[in-house]
């Protein structure tokens, strides 16, 4: 009976460490958002990044259409997958080549430590 207990106690705990293991922090909408947003040292014109600002606020809904969806992990990254190519389009029409390739840059920069709470986010850019 003591044996049997030992085992209930150590799968209970190993069980309780997967569900740990598996959990990720959840990244704040604002956060994000903020952090898309955080363009100063692009020197900017006001209109762009305005125009910016407004596609931003757009990418992070359909970024948390992704991330709070009931889809698996793999359909979560191949949608995120799509999505970056939709946003890379956009981005350059917006900002053009230039000035598209130091933002990304700068975003992958400024996202690591969101991307170390929902490493979905990673395949965005």
Same mark, same amino acid.
């Given at each position: &009976?003591? *044996?049997? &207990?030992?085992? =209930?106690? @150590? =799968? +209970? @705990? +190993?069980? $309780?460490?997967?569900?740990? $293991? *598996?959990?990720? #922090? %959840? $990244?704040?909408?604002?956060?994000l958002l903020t952090t898309l947003n955080s363009v100063n040292e692009l020197d900017l014109s006001n209109l762009k990044t305005e125009d910016l600002m407004e596609y931003n606020t757009g990418l992070?809904?359909?970024?948390? #259409? =992704?991330?709070?969806?009931?889809? @698996? !992990?793999? !359909?979560? $990254? #191949?949608?995120?997958? =799509?999505?970056? *190519?939709? %946003? !890379?389009?956009?981005? %350059?029409?917006?900002?053009?080549?230039? &000035?598209?390739?130091?933002?990304?840059?700068?975003?992958?920069?400024?996202?690591?430590?969101?991307?170390?709470?929902?490493? %979905?986010?990673?395949?965005?850019?």
């Amino acid at each position: &009976m003591k *044996n049997c &207990m030992k085992s =209930i106690v @150590v =799968i +209970f @705990v +190993f069980l $309780v460490g997967l569900q740990h $293991v *598996n959990a990720q #922090e %959840t $990244v704040l909408k604002e956060v994000l958002l903020t952090t898309l947003n955080s363009v100063n040292e692009l020197d900017l014109s006001n209109l762009k990044t305005e125009d910016l600002m407004e596609y931003n606020t757009g990418l992070t809904d359909r970024i948390y #259409e =992704i991330l709070e969806s009931d889809k @698996v !992990e793999k !359909e979560k $990254v #191949e949608a995120m997958k =799509i999505l970056s *190519n939709d %946003t !890379e389009r956009d981005l %350059t029409d917006l900002l053009g080549k230039k &000035m598209h390739k130091k933002y990304v840059k700068l975003m992958e920069d400024q996202l690591k430590p969101l991307i170390k709470k929902d490493k %979905t986010l990673k395949h965005l850019f």
